[in-house]
């Protein structure tokens, strides 16, 4: 058996592998729609100041990302995103949310926002940490 070993990420080649495992992954579950959401803070220019960005999938609400510049944390504005994130994705029926973070992000954000951790990766990369939360909603 022969491989093709690469360093160069090659959206080609990620992009394929990605369309086989979705058709694969589709034909074997439950029929559900993964809707992107997405809820921005900008200035008066439009400049993105801050940003959550999620999908719903089935029951579950997914964030992907959260951010919030430097002088706007501390000030409400990463709760106030969730909150939002978490009221449209009931509206969308879900009924769970999950997200990770790394230990230099915000796992103490999301503990005092009720994400409860489901399991962490350790030494990750090197000397810090992932962790992955999930929240009844």
Not at 74 to 87: D, N, P, Q, S
Not at 116 to 121: A, I, P, R, Y
Request: aromatic residues 16%; negative net charge.
């Amino acid at each position: 058996m022969e491989f093709r070993i690469t360093n160069d990420g090659k959206e080609t080649d990620i992009a394929e592998i990605y369309k086989m495992l979705k058709e694969y992954n589709l034909s074997k579950r439950e029929k559900s729609e993964d809707v992107p959401l997405g809820i921005y803070h900008e200035d008066e220019n439009g400049n993105k100041q801050a940003g959550l960005v999620a999908d719903t999938f089935g029951n579950w609400l997914c964030i992907h990302y959260l951010f919030v510049a430097e002088g706007l944390r501390g000030h409400g504005m990463g709760k106030e995103l969730i909150a939002a994130a978490e009221k449209e994705a009931i509206k969308r029926g879900c009924k769970y949310a999950f997200v990770d973070t790394f230990s230099f992000q915000a796992p103490e954000f999301y503990k005092k926002l009720g994400y409860k951790e489901v399991f962490s990766l350790r030494e990750y990369p090197y000397a810090g940490a992932r962790y992955y939360y999930t929240k009844e909603l």
